[in-house]
Protein backbone atom coordinates (compact mmCIF):
# COMPACT_ATOMS: atom_id res chain seq x y z
CA UNK A 1 0.00 0.00 0.00
CA UNK A 2 1.16 3.39 -0.95
CA UNK A 3 1.61 6.21 1.58
CA UNK A 4 -0.90 8.04 0.26
CA UNK A 5 -3.45 5.26 0.17
CA UNK A 6 -2.82 4.18 4.09
CA UNK A 7 -2.95 8.07 5.15
CA UNK A 8 -6.67 7.84 3.11
CA UNK A 9 -7.55 4.66 4.67
CA UNK A 10 -6.93 6.49 8.16
CA UNK A 11 -8.46 9.33 7.01
CA UNK A 12 -11.60 7.84 6.42
CA UNK A 13 -11.45 7.27 10.32
CA UNK A 14 -12.20 10.56 10.71
CA UNK A 15 -13.13 12.52 7.67
CA UNK A 16 -16.62 12.21 5.74
CA UNK A 17 -15.40 10.23 2.98
CA UNK A 18 -11.84 10.73 3.91
CA UNK A 19 -11.43 14.54 2.70
CA UNK A 20 -12.64 17.95 3.15
CA UNK A 21 -13.91 18.41 -0.60
CA UNK A 22 -15.17 15.91 -2.14
CA UNK A 23 -13.84 16.30 -5.40
CA UNK A 24 -10.92 15.07 -3.86
CA UNK A 25 -11.41 11.75 -2.83
CA UNK A 26 -10.72 11.06 -6.67
CA UNK A 27 -13.90 9.20 -6.97
CA UNK A 28 -14.74 9.94 -10.33
CA UNK A 29 -11.84 8.58 -12.19
CA UNK A 30 -11.81 5.62 -10.04
CA UNK A 31 -8.48 6.24 -8.06
CA UNK A 32 -7.66 7.19 -4.65
CA UNK A 33 -6.53 10.76 -2.94
CA UNK A 34 -3.32 11.86 -4.17
CA UNK A 35 -1.55 13.02 -0.57
CA UNK A 36 -0.09 16.37 -1.55
CA UNK A 37 3.19 16.90 0.92
CA UNK A 38 5.15 19.96 -0.89
CA UNK A 39 5.05 22.30 -3.99
CA UNK A 40 7.07 24.20 -5.60
CA UNK A 41 6.89 26.62 -9.25
CA UNK A 42 4.73 24.02 -11.53
CA UNK A 43 5.65 20.50 -9.45
CA UNK A 44 3.43 18.78 -6.52
CA UNK A 45 5.56 15.68 -4.21
CA UNK A 46 2.97 13.69 -3.00
CA UNK A 47 2.94 11.57 0.29
CA UNK A 48 5.54 8.99 -2.07
CA UNK A 49 7.86 10.96 -2.53
CA UNK A 50 6.57 11.00 -6.75
CA UNK A 51 7.13 14.57 -8.38
CA UNK A 52 3.79 15.63 -10.58
CA UNK A 53 3.66 18.45 -13.01
CA UNK A 54 0.37 20.03 -11.81
CA UNK A 55 -2.46 21.25 -13.41
CA UNK A 56 -4.69 21.17 -10.51
CA UNK A 57 -3.12 24.50 -9.07
CA UNK A 58 -5.09 24.27 -6.29
CA UNK A 59 -8.10 24.86 -8.33
CA UNK A 60 -7.35 28.45 -9.38
CA UNK A 61 -5.51 30.39 -7.19
CA UNK A 62 -2.42 29.55 -7.72
CA UNK A 63 -1.55 31.94 -11.20
CA UNK A 64 2.17 32.06 -9.98
CA UNK A 65 2.91 28.67 -8.96
CA UNK A 66 3.89 26.81 -5.85
CA UNK A 67 5.24 28.50 -3.10
CA UNK A 68 5.94 31.97 -5.36
CA UNK A 69 8.85 33.36 -3.33
CA UNK A 70 7.01 36.83 -2.70
CA UNK A 71 4.06 35.57 -1.91
CA UNK A 72 5.62 32.99 0.63
CA UNK A 73 7.74 36.19 1.68
CA UNK A 74 4.43 38.41 2.09
CA UNK A 75 2.30 35.19 4.45
CA UNK A 76 5.87 34.76 6.64
CA UNK A 77 6.08 38.74 7.23
CA UNK A 78 2.55 39.23 7.90
CA UNK A 79 2.32 36.41 10.29
CA UNK A 80 4.95 37.22 12.45
CA UNK A 81 3.41 40.36 13.06
CA UNK A 82 0.25 38.64 13.90
CA UNK A 83 -2.15 36.60 12.16
CA UNK A 84 -5.57 38.49 13.13
CA UNK A 85 -6.36 41.32 15.01
CA UNK A 86 -10.39 41.64 14.17
CA UNK A 87 -9.55 45.40 13.53
CA UNK A 88 -9.29 46.94 10.27
CA UNK A 89 -5.50 47.17 9.04
CA UNK A 90 -4.14 48.91 6.02
CA UNK A 91 -3.36 45.98 3.76
CA UNK A 92 -7.21 45.43 3.61
CA UNK A 93 -7.51 49.52 2.11
CA UNK A 94 -4.47 49.14 -0.23
CA UNK A 95 -6.46 45.62 -1.51
CA UNK A 96 -9.80 47.37 -2.48
CA UNK A 97 -8.03 50.11 -3.68
CA UNK A 98 -6.12 47.86 -6.22
CA UNK A 99 -9.44 45.97 -7.11
CA UNK A 100 -11.00 49.12 -7.82
CA UNK A 101 -8.24 49.59 -9.82
CA UNK A 102 -7.92 46.79 -11.76
CA UNK A 103 -11.69 46.19 -12.22
CA UNK A 104 -13.57 48.50 -14.37
CA UNK A 105 -17.27 48.84 -12.86
CA UNK A 106 -16.19 48.00 -9.18
CA UNK A 107 -16.06 50.70 -7.25
CA UNK A 108 -16.41 49.31 -3.58
CA UNK A 109 -15.44 45.61 -1.96
CA UNK A 110 -16.16 44.06 0.58
CA UNK A 111 -13.16 41.07 1.71
CA UNK A 112 -14.80 37.42 3.11
CA UNK A 113 -13.22 34.10 3.60
CA UNK A 114 -14.01 32.02 0.53
CA UNK A 115 -16.01 32.06 -2.58
CA UNK A 116 -18.93 30.54 -1.47
CA UNK A 117 -19.20 32.94 1.36
CA UNK A 118 -18.66 35.75 -1.29
CA UNK A 119 -21.51 34.74 -3.70
CA UNK A 120 -24.12 34.50 -0.87
CA UNK A 121 -23.06 37.68 0.45
CA UNK A 122 -23.23 39.38 -3.14
CA UNK A 123 -26.82 37.21 -3.05
CA UNK A 124 -28.15 38.63 -0.06
CA UNK A 125 -27.03 42.70 -0.89
CA UNK A 126 -28.43 41.96 -4.54
CA UNK A 127 -32.15 40.79 -2.86
CA UNK A 128 -31.35 43.98 -0.46
CA UNK A 129 -30.91 46.45 -2.88
CA UNK A 130 -33.42 45.44 -5.60
CA UNK A 131 -36.36 44.59 -2.92
CA UNK A 132 -36.53 41.33 -5.00
CA UNK A 133 -36.23 37.78 -4.64
CA UNK A 134 -35.56 35.56 -7.40
CA UNK A 135 -31.71 34.83 -8.52
CA UNK A 136 -31.45 33.54 -12.10
CA UNK A 137 -28.67 30.76 -12.46
CA UNK A 138 -27.24 28.82 -15.27
CA UNK A 139 -26.76 25.25 -15.09
CA UNK A 140 -23.15 23.63 -15.26
CA UNK A 141 -22.19 27.05 -13.05
CA UNK A 142 -20.78 26.63 -9.81
CA UNK A 143 -21.32 29.35 -7.33
CA UNK A 144 -20.13 27.42 -4.01
CA UNK A 145 -22.51 25.55 -1.61
CA UNK A 146 -24.72 28.38 -0.03
CA UNK A 147 -28.37 26.68 -0.05
CA UNK A 148 -30.03 29.09 -2.50
CA UNK A 149 -27.11 28.11 -5.35
CA UNK A 150 -27.14 24.14 -4.62
CA UNK A 151 -30.03 24.44 -7.39
CA UNK A 152 -31.37 22.31 -10.14
CA UNK A 153 -34.11 23.05 -12.88
CA UNK A 154 -37.37 22.59 -11.87
CA UNK A 155 -39.85 21.20 -14.58
CA UNK A 156 -40.20 23.98 -16.91
CA UNK A 157 -38.04 26.80 -17.78
CA UNK A 158 -39.28 29.27 -15.73
CA UNK A 159 -40.56 27.31 -12.87
CA UNK A 160 -38.77 27.31 -9.16
CA UNK A 161 -35.84 25.39 -9.02
CA UNK A 162 -35.31 22.14 -6.59
CA UNK A 163 -32.67 21.31 -4.46
CA UNK A 164 -29.67 19.71 -5.53
CA UNK A 165 -28.08 18.41 -2.33
CA UNK A 166 -30.44 17.08 0.38
CA UNK A 167 -30.46 19.37 3.20
CA UNK A 168 -31.62 22.37 0.90
CA UNK A 169 -34.94 23.20 2.11
CA UNK A 170 -37.06 23.75 -1.10
CA UNK A 171 -38.22 27.34 0.03
CA UNK A 172 -34.48 27.81 -0.37
CA UNK A 173 -34.38 26.35 -3.98
CA UNK A 174 -37.65 28.05 -4.64
CA UNK A 175 -35.72 31.24 -4.74
CA UNK A 176 -33.65 30.38 -7.83
CA UNK A 177 -34.63 30.05 -11.24
CA UNK A 178 -32.34 27.79 -13.36
CA UNK A 179 -31.69 28.27 -17.30
CA UNK A 180 -28.92 26.29 -19.40
CA UNK A 181 -25.87 28.19 -20.37
CA UNK A 182 -25.72 30.46 -23.44
CA UNK A 183 -29.56 30.38 -23.59
CA UNK A 184 -30.38 34.01 -24.52
CA UNK A 185 -33.96 32.63 -25.92
CA UNK A 186 -34.27 31.00 -22.35
CA UNK A 187 -33.26 34.11 -20.22
CA UNK A 188 -36.17 36.12 -22.32
CA UNK A 189 -38.63 33.60 -21.09
CA UNK A 190 -37.41 33.59 -17.86
CA UNK A 191 -38.03 37.24 -17.57
CA UNK A 192 -40.81 37.41 -19.61
CA UNK A 193 -42.25 34.75 -16.90
CA UNK A 194 -41.40 36.71 -13.61
CA UNK A 195 -41.27 40.32 -14.62
CA UNK A 196 -40.52 42.41 -11.47
CA UNK A 197 -39.54 39.69 -9.43
CA UNK A 198 -35.75 39.51 -10.55
CA UNK A 199 -32.95 40.17 -8.21
CA UNK A 200 -30.07 39.62 -10.04
CA UNK A 201 -28.74 36.78 -12.51
CA UNK A 202 -25.46 35.60 -11.51
CA UNK A 203 -22.81 34.02 -14.28
CA UNK A 204 -19.54 32.71 -14.48
CA UNK A 205 -18.52 34.62 -17.26
CA UNK A 206 -16.48 31.86 -18.41
CA UNK A 207 -18.32 28.44 -17.23
CA UNK A 208 -15.40 27.04 -15.63
CA UNK A 209 -17.36 24.39 -13.47
CA UNK A 210 -18.72 22.00 -15.95
CA UNK A 211 -15.25 21.89 -17.98
CA UNK A 212 -14.28 25.29 -19.47
CA UNK A 213 -17.28 26.56 -21.55
CA UNK A 214 -16.90 30.17 -23.58
CA UNK A 215 -19.66 32.62 -23.76
CA UNK A 216 -20.96 32.22 -27.27
CA UNK A 217 -20.74 35.75 -29.27
CA UNK A 218 -23.71 38.26 -27.70
CA UNK A 219 -24.36 36.22 -25.01
CA UNK A 220 -23.11 38.18 -22.12
CA UNK A 221 -23.90 41.48 -23.65
CA UNK A 222 -27.85 40.18 -23.95
CA UNK A 223 -27.54 39.34 -20.07
CA UNK A 224 -26.41 42.81 -19.79
CA UNK A 225 -29.30 44.40 -21.72
CA UNK A 226 -31.93 42.17 -20.37
CA UNK A 227 -30.94 42.58 -16.67
CA UNK A 228 -30.52 46.71 -17.10
CA UNK A 229 -33.91 46.88 -18.92
CA UNK A 230 -35.60 44.56 -16.12
CA UNK A 231 -33.96 46.46 -13.05
CA UNK A 232 -31.80 43.58 -12.24
CA UNK A 233 -28.71 43.11 -11.24
CA UNK A 234 -25.89 41.35 -13.30
CA UNK A 235 -23.48 39.46 -10.88
CA UNK A 236 -20.27 37.96 -12.68
CA UNK A 237 -18.99 35.12 -10.56
CA UNK A 238 -15.37 35.80 -11.25
CA UNK A 239 -13.76 33.45 -8.22
CA UNK A 240 -12.49 31.45 -11.30
CA UNK A 241 -11.90 34.14 -14.48
CA UNK A 242 -10.83 37.09 -11.76
CA UNK A 243 -7.17 38.04 -12.63
CA UNK A 244 -7.16 34.82 -14.62
CA UNK A 245 -8.41 35.32 -17.67
CA UNK A 246 -6.50 39.17 -17.96
CA UNK A 247 -5.54 41.80 -14.68
CA UNK A 248 -9.00 43.65 -15.80
CA UNK A 249 -10.71 40.00 -14.94
CA UNK A 250 -13.28 38.46 -17.59
CA UNK A 251 -15.32 42.07 -17.16
CA UNK A 252 -12.51 43.73 -19.24
CA UNK A 253 -11.40 40.83 -21.25
CA UNK A 254 -15.50 40.73 -23.02
CA UNK A 255 -15.83 44.26 -22.16
CA UNK A 256 -18.87 43.92 -20.35
CA UNK A 257 -19.74 45.94 -16.87
CA UNK A 258 -21.48 43.71 -14.50
CA UNK A 259 -23.28 45.46 -11.47
CA UNK A 260 -21.81 43.17 -8.67
CA UNK A 261 -18.77 40.59 -9.13
CA UNK A 262 -17.51 37.64 -6.67
CA UNK A 263 -14.19 36.80 -6.43
CA UNK A 264 -11.90 34.26 -4.34
CA UNK A 265 -9.47 31.93 -5.90
CA UNK A 266 -6.58 34.28 -6.45
CA UNK A 267 -7.16 36.78 -5.04
CA UNK A 268 -5.72 35.19 -1.67
CA UNK A 269 -2.69 33.56 -3.24
CA UNK A 270 -3.77 30.27 -2.20
CA UNK A 271 -4.96 31.24 1.10
CA UNK A 272 -9.16 31.45 2.22
CA UNK A 273 -10.10 34.27 0.93
CA UNK A 274 -13.00 35.90 -1.17
CA UNK A 275 -14.73 39.43 -1.90
CA UNK A 276 -17.64 40.51 -3.64
CA UNK A 277 -17.97 44.19 -4.95
CA UNK A 278 -19.48 46.42 -7.01
CA UNK A 279 -20.98 50.04 -7.91
CA UNK A 280 -21.40 52.32 -5.05
CA UNK A 281 -25.35 52.21 -5.10
CA UNK A 282 -25.40 48.69 -4.73
CA UNK A 283 -22.46 48.14 -2.69
CA UNK A 284 -23.64 51.06 0.09
CA UNK A 285 -26.64 48.27 0.86
CA UNK A 286 -23.86 46.47 2.80
CA UNK A 287 -23.73 47.01 6.90
CA UNK A 288 -22.97 49.34 8.84
CA UNK A 289 -23.65 51.51 5.63
CA UNK A 290 -26.90 50.30 4.84
CA UNK A 291 -29.66 47.38 5.98
CA UNK A 292 -28.62 44.13 4.69
CA UNK A 293 -26.21 42.47 7.67
CA UNK A 294 -23.14 40.52 6.29
CA UNK A 295 -19.68 39.93 8.79
CA UNK A 296 -17.36 37.93 9.26
CA UNK A 297 -14.58 36.96 12.33
CA UNK A 298 -11.39 36.58 9.72
CA UNK A 299 -12.47 38.79 6.73
CA UNK A 300 -9.89 40.45 5.94
CA UNK A 301 -7.19 38.49 7.73
CA UNK A 302 -3.90 40.17 7.40
CA UNK A 303 -2.23 36.81 6.62
CA UNK A 304 -4.49 35.81 3.74
CA UNK A 305 -4.92 39.62 2.83
CA UNK A 306 -0.81 39.90 2.26
CA UNK A 307 -0.66 36.34 0.20
CA UNK A 308 -3.88 38.12 -2.06
CA UNK A 309 -2.10 41.26 -2.04
CA UNK A 310 1.50 40.00 -3.17
CA UNK A 311 -0.29 38.26 -5.91
CA UNK A 312 -2.07 40.28 -7.49
CA UNK A 313 0.78 42.73 -7.20
CA UNK A 314 3.00 40.70 -8.65
CA UNK A 315 0.53 39.92 -11.81
CA UNK A 316 -0.25 43.95 -12.57
CA UNK A 317 3.72 44.44 -12.18
CA UNK A 318 4.59 41.83 -14.69
CA UNK A 319 2.87 42.43 -17.42
CA UNK A 320 4.56 39.43 -19.79
CA UNK A 321 2.77 37.02 -17.27
CA UNK A 322 -0.16 37.12 -19.30
CA UNK A 323 1.02 36.75 -22.76
CA UNK A 324 3.23 33.98 -21.78
CA UNK A 325 -0.39 32.01 -20.17
CA UNK A 326 -1.76 32.82 -23.62
CA UNK A 327 0.84 31.46 -25.51
CA UNK A 328 1.12 28.07 -23.06
CA UNK A 329 -2.61 27.27 -23.30
CA UNK A 330 -3.18 28.32 -26.75
CA UNK A 331 -0.40 25.30 -27.17
CA UNK A 332 -1.57 23.05 -24.88
CA UNK A 333 -5.02 23.34 -26.14
CA UNK A 334 -3.66 22.82 -30.24
CA UNK A 335 -1.05 19.98 -28.99
CA UNK A 336 -3.63 18.16 -27.43
CA UNK A 337 -6.23 18.31 -30.02
CA UNK A 338 -3.83 17.15 -33.10
CA UNK A 339 -2.79 14.15 -30.86
CA UNK A 340 -6.33 13.11 -30.27
CA UNK A 341 -7.12 13.84 -33.96
CA UNK A 342 -4.14 11.86 -35.00
CA UNK A 343 -5.49 8.50 -33.07
CA UNK A 344 -8.78 9.00 -33.77
CA UNK A 345 -10.01 10.05 -30.17
CA UNK A 346 -13.54 11.52 -30.24
CA UNK A 347 -12.12 14.54 -28.32
CA UNK A 348 -12.57 18.52 -28.00
CA UNK A 349 -10.31 20.98 -26.53
CA UNK A 350 -11.99 24.04 -24.88
CA UNK A 351 -10.81 27.15 -23.29
CA UNK A 352 -8.89 30.61 -23.02
CA UNK A 353 -5.52 31.46 -21.98
CA UNK A 354 -4.82 29.80 -19.22
CA UNK A 355 -7.83 27.54 -18.81
CA UNK A 356 -8.75 24.49 -20.75
CA UNK A 357 -10.56 21.53 -20.65
CA UNK A 358 -10.45 18.02 -23.03
CA UNK A 359 -13.97 16.74 -23.38
CA UNK A 360 -14.04 13.31 -24.73
CA UNK A 361 -16.82 14.21 -26.94
CA UNK A 362 -18.14 14.86 -30.60
CA UNK A 363 -19.16 18.67 -30.88
CA UNK A 364 -17.80 21.85 -29.33
CA UNK A 365 -19.70 22.18 -25.82
CA UNK A 366 -21.62 25.24 -24.81
CA UNK A 367 -23.71 23.97 -22.22
CA UNK A 368 -23.72 21.48 -19.58
CA UNK A 369 -26.15 19.40 -21.48
CA UNK A 370 -23.32 18.98 -24.15
CA UNK A 371 -20.18 18.93 -21.34
CA UNK A 372 -22.56 15.75 -19.94
CA UNK A 373 -22.20 14.02 -23.43
CA UNK A 374 -19.00 13.06 -22.55
CA UNK A 375 -16.91 9.65 -22.26
CA UNK A 376 -16.35 10.15 -18.36
CA UNK A 377 -14.59 6.43 -18.71
CA UNK A 378 -12.24 7.97 -21.07
CA UNK A 379 -11.65 10.83 -19.47
CA UNK A 380 -10.83 8.26 -16.26
CA UNK A 381 -8.53 6.28 -18.43
CA UNK A 382 -6.64 9.12 -19.92
CA UNK A 383 -6.82 11.07 -16.31
CA UNK A 384 -4.84 7.79 -15.27
CA UNK A 385 -2.35 7.53 -18.31
CA UNK A 386 -1.43 10.91 -17.23
CA UNK A 387 -0.67 10.49 -13.75
CA UNK A 388 1.11 7.48 -14.73
CA UNK A 389 3.41 9.73 -16.40
CA UNK A 390 3.95 12.48 -13.69
CA UNK A 391 0.85 14.65 -15.12
CA UNK A 392 -1.84 15.52 -12.31
CA UNK A 393 -5.18 16.91 -14.04
CA UNK A 394 -8.72 17.11 -12.41
CA UNK A 395 -9.85 14.19 -11.00
CA UNK A 396 -12.97 14.91 -12.75
CA UNK A 397 -14.00 15.60 -16.67
CA UNK A 398 -16.00 18.49 -15.69
CA UNK A 399 -13.04 20.29 -14.33
CA UNK A 400 -10.61 22.98 -15.55
CA UNK A 401 -7.15 22.40 -15.66
CA UNK A 402 -5.08 24.91 -15.10
CA UNK A 403 -1.94 26.59 -16.12
CA UNK A 404 0.33 29.10 -13.80
CA UNK A 405 3.33 31.33 -14.98
CA UNK A 406 5.73 28.57 -13.59
CA UNK A 407 4.89 26.13 -16.47
CA UNK A 408 7.53 25.84 -18.93
CA UNK A 409 6.77 25.59 -22.70
CA UNK A 410 8.77 22.29 -22.50
CA UNK A 411 6.19 21.33 -19.38
CA UNK A 412 3.34 21.51 -22.44
CA UNK A 413 5.80 19.96 -25.04
CA UNK A 414 6.05 16.63 -22.33
CA UNK A 415 2.35 17.19 -21.25
CA UNK A 416 1.58 16.87 -25.18
CA UNK A 417 4.20 14.01 -25.90
CA UNK A 418 2.66 11.89 -22.54
CA UNK A 419 -0.79 12.40 -24.80
CA UNK A 420 0.67 11.09 -27.51
CA UNK A 421 2.39 8.43 -26.29
CA UNK A 422 -0.72 7.33 -24.02
CA UNK A 423 -3.18 7.53 -27.20
CA UNK A 424 -0.46 5.71 -29.50
CA UNK A 425 -0.15 2.42 -26.63
CA UNK A 426 -4.05 2.23 -26.39
CA UNK A 427 -4.23 3.81 -22.86
CA UNK A 428 -6.88 6.31 -23.50
C1 LIG B 1 -14.53 27.88 -6.46
C2 LIG B 1 -15.72 28.66 -6.85
C3 LIG B 1 -16.63 29.17 -5.92
C4 LIG B 1 -16.57 28.79 -4.45
O1 LIG B 1 -15.40 29.24 -3.86
P1 LIG B 1 -14.93 28.53 -2.48
O2 LIG B 1 -13.76 29.36 -2.06
O3 LIG B 1 -14.58 27.12 -2.86
O4 LIG B 1 -16.05 28.59 -1.54
C5 LIG B 1 -17.63 30.01 -6.34
N1 LIG B 1 -17.75 30.33 -7.64
C6 LIG B 1 -16.90 29.87 -8.59
C7 LIG B 1 -17.06 30.30 -10.00
C8 LIG B 1 -15.88 29.00 -8.22
O5 LIG B 1 -15.08 28.49 -9.16
Redesign the pocket.
Known sequence: MSRSEELFTEAQRYIPGGVN?PVRAFRSVGSTPVFAVRGSGACIWDADGKRYTDYIGS??PLILGHAFPAVTEAICDAAKNGASFGLPTEREVRMARLITELVKGVEMVRMVS??????LSAVRAARGFTGRELVVKFSG?????SDSMLVKAGSGLATAGLPDSAGVPAAAAAGTVTCAYNDTEGIKQIFAAHKDGIAAVIV?PVG??MGVVLPAPGFLEELRRITAEAGALLIF?????GFRVSLNCASGYFGVTPDMW?F??IIGGGL?V?AYGGRRDVMSVVAPLGPVYQAGTLSGNPVATAAGLATLETLKNDSGIYRGLAEKGEKLRSGLASVFKKHGIEAVVQGLESLATVFFTASPVSSYDDAKKSDTARYARFWKSMAKRGILLAPSQFEALFLSAAHSLSDIEYFIAAADEAAHAGEI
Do not use: F, L, Q, R
Not at 237 to 241: K, L, M, P, S, Y
Open positions: SWGSGTEAVCYHGHEANDEVITTGKPG
